[in-house]
């Protein structure tokens, strides 16, 4: 009996240190984005959000008393290695896991971390990533199935195209888009003019361009990533297209401004999170990041910080730090800007972790957005 | 070799294994994934070595044999079939594709062989992407299912890397038998000098085809093993970089060396994850190395023990020289 009794008590000795572990010290965090590799943009936003908050919450003295301590590791924008850094983090027990902000890693990371009974607050937007009933994954932003009924509407009501070319990047991202999109044209009788797919990372427009002038759409739909966008901008003004040029966040974000520069000017989008918003908070954000970052953030730094205050108010909501509780409560849960700054704008998370919130409408002019109209909460 | 050397070498191949079987069992989840990693990618580049090193072939295109390898797995195991059956196809499909781009092989050489098949690669991922029927396009495939081996299922990362480490014993016994085969001659002879190859009759038309086709159904075998183990494939993986990646490996191991492949894996799989401390800098610290290694060593690792036992055999050949040389001169 012996060696089980010093086994018994050594198990319970280290049992006691978990626990304890648990109960005080820091809030571990671990984040798993794209910090090199063709997402590095997203990544390194996403985790400058997330240092900013988690700074500014540790000098406020914390979350119920206790401080966050959050580690980075990098996906180098593949899903493998994505798997690999989550795995690595998940044996490390952290409070919540962060990222990634790539759909497809997310695809692959989500059953591992949701096996582990851990919640995890990611940047992807592809639809399907919340409808595969994982109890345990939430967005930061509008998934595609919520912000493209919005843009195909604006594109019905108000720009009243009939016909449209689609210009779409070739990822999960582009193609996600484009199927939600094309299928909500349908519905309103919208032809698709040109259906036009295009590489990551392609520098020369030319010939989708001219596809398009051929075509001679009512208005253009362009879904590309920014440095993409910012060059088909380019290559539109050159050729002399006139019809009107329709987005998402990535079309018509501070990055693409910069790049494009005058050829930017008309383009217009839906946004659901964007640095210029008509709100005072988020004003305030964007000057405390590019007073420590040097630059402006786009959408993808603000869902970083907002991942933060999402545990933060979701941990004072419980009023104890329980990773087994973490995902339920959230699962609902209306945060209030007037009650947490931190979230910015008024949000709610329903049963599949999809958000709900406040949208924008802007179009940019003489290189700046605008926002022309605000689309309320839904509930 | 002296016997002490000899039992000496069986010994560390022994005790290599043993460590290789008993120390992953108390790694955690992430130490055993990366190790299964290691299993897989050596068994590609094992595939890489034989073409490159063994039959002086340079392909760009193994990225891409794994490639086909983990589609044909993910795409028959998700069917219900076993993945035994599965990696059987695997096998035979990249064999009779390797077999047919070893026909340009046959034409051309060095970096005109590695811009073919480097054509052939962005071919391949242009197939994964946009033959969705089929690939499940950019969204790829998910829900892989991993094994049952003897009953037993392996959807533990503990299990699942002893497939993989089984799979590796496998495949290294079957090239080790190969590389000392007349085969594996032949290869080398290719290498060396294919014109004096063909005077002494050896078939190099039959041999080149050959070597491409066993080295991309290794790549095949670590396909079909990757699909299982992240349990979800999309396009990406198998662009070219993985390619360069593991023509890397063999390069850094040591090219046309035995043991080449493990040391290159386990330098390209391990290395960045042991850096991965310095934060933002681990990649430009990884390339550094790489880079200082094959300046220093354009053979590989195992090229610098090469040149160590060769010095070493030189030196004692010398002493002897030097020893014997008053005794020749007095028989003079």
Not at chain 1, 237 to 249: C, D, F, N, S
Not at chain 1, 304 to 324: F, N, S
Not at chain 1, 343 to 349: S, Y
Not at chain 2, 179 to 205: C, K
């Amino acid at each position: 009996m012996k060696p089980f009794g010093l086994a018994a008590i050594l198990f319970a000795a280290l049992a006691a240190g978990t626990a304890f572990a648990q109960s005080s010290g820091p809030i571990k965090l671990a984040d798993v984005a794209e910090l090199s590799g063709g997402g590095a943009t997203v990544g390194n936003n996403w985790k400058n959000g997330i240092d900013l908050a988690v700074e500014e919450i540790n000098a406020k003295g914390g979350i119920l008393g206790r401080k966050i301590e959050v580690t980075h590791a990098d996906s180098q924008s593949n899903p493998g290695v994505a798997r690999a850094q989550v795995q690595k983090a998940l044996d490390s027990e952290p409070y919540v896991l962060l990222g990634p902000g790539y759909s497809g890693s997310v695809k692959v990371t989500a059953p591992l971390v949701a096996e582990a009974g851990i919640t995890q607050i990611m940047g992807g937007e592809a639809a399907e990533l919340t409808q595969a009933g994982n109890k345990f994954l939430f967005r930061t932003s509008f998934g595609q199935q919520s912000s493209m009924p919005k843009v195909a509407k604006y594109i019905n009501d108000e720009v009243k195209a009939k016909s449209v070319a689609v210009v779409w990047v070739n990822n999960d991202f582009g193609r996600g888009g484009r199927d939600v999109i094309t299928k909500e044209f349908g519905g309103y009788g919208i032809k698709v003019a040109a259906d036009i797919s295009t590489e990551a990372g392609q520098a020369d427009f030319a010939a989708d361009v001219s596809k398009i002038k051929a075509a001679n759409p009512d208005a253009v739909f362009i879904y590309l990533n920014e440095e993409e966008s910012a060059r088909i901008l380019k290559e539109l003004k050159r050729q002399g297209v006139t019809a009107p040029l329709i987005g998402e966040t990535t079309l018509v974000g501070q990055k693409v401004i910069e790049l494009a520069g005058d050829a930017a000017n008309g383009a217009r989008g839906h946004v659901g999170l964007t640095t210029d918003a008509p709100v005072e908070l988020i004003k305030q954000f964007r000057d405390k990041f590019s007073k420590k970052y040097n630059y402006v953030p786009d959408h993808n730094g603000i869902k970083g910080y907002l991942a933060i205050y999402m545990i933060k108010a979701t941990t004072e909501k419980m009023g104890k730090v329980d990773p087994k509780a973490f995902a339920d409560t959230l699962h609902g849960l209306t945060i209030k800007a007037a009650d947490e700054p931190g979230i910015l704008m008024d949000v709610t998370f329903d049963q599949n972790g999809d958000i709900d919130r406040q949208g924008f409408l802007v179009e940019v002019v003489e290189g700046k957005q605008v926002v022309k109209q605000v689309l309320p909460k839904l509930h | 070799m002296t016997a002490a050397a000899k039992y000496l070498r069986i010994a560390l191949g022994v005790a290599a294994v043993l460590a290789l079987i008993l120390v992953p069992a108390t790694f955690n989840r992430y130490g055993l994934y990366i190790l299964s990693q290691w299993a897989v990618m050596s068994i590609a580049a094992m595939g890489l070595n034989l073409t490159l090193g063994y039959a002086g072939q340079v392909s760009l295109a193994q990225g891409a044999f794994v490639g086909i390898g983990a589609y044909a797995g993910a795409i028959l195991t998700t069917q219900g079939f076993p993945l035994i059956a599965a990696t059987a196809v695997a096998i035979v499909l990249c064999f009779a594709i390797g077999w047919l781009l070893g026909y340009p092989a046959l034409r051309v050489q060095h970096h005109y062989l590695a811009f073919v098949t480097l054509a052939f690669s962005t071919l391949a991922f242009l197939v994964f992407r946009n033959e969705s029927w089929l690939t499940g396009g950019i969204y790829g495939i998910s829900n892989i299912p991993r094994p049952h081996v003897f009953g037993m299922a392996t959807s533990k990362p503990l299990p699942f890397y002893y497939v993989c480490l089984g799979a590796l014993a496998i495949v290294t016994a079957a090239v080790w038998w190969l590389i000392r085969s007349p085969w594996g001659r032949a290869f080398m002879a290719l290498r060396e000098n294919p014109v004096r190859a063909l005077s002494l009759g050896v078939d190099t038309r039959r041999y080149t085809l050959m070597a491409f086709a066993i080295g991309s159904a290794l790549g095949g075998v670590a396909g079909a093993l990757y699909a299982p183990l992240t349990q979800y494939i999309d396009p990406v993986p198998f662009n070219l970089s993985l390619s360069l990646d593991l023509l890397m490996m063999v390069i850094v191991g040591g090219s046309g060396f035995f043991f080449g492949p493990f040391l290159g894996t386990m330098i390209a799989v391990l290395l960045p994850e042991w850096l991965r401390f310095t934060q933002g800098y681990y990649l430009m610290l990884y390339a550094i190395a790489v880079i200082l290694l094959l300046i220093w060593s354009p053979s590989g690792i195992l090229g610098i023990l090469d040149r160590y036992l060769t010095q070493r055999r030189t030196r004692a050949a010398s002493a002897l020289r030097a020893v014997a040389k008053p005794k020749l001169e007095v028989a003079q």
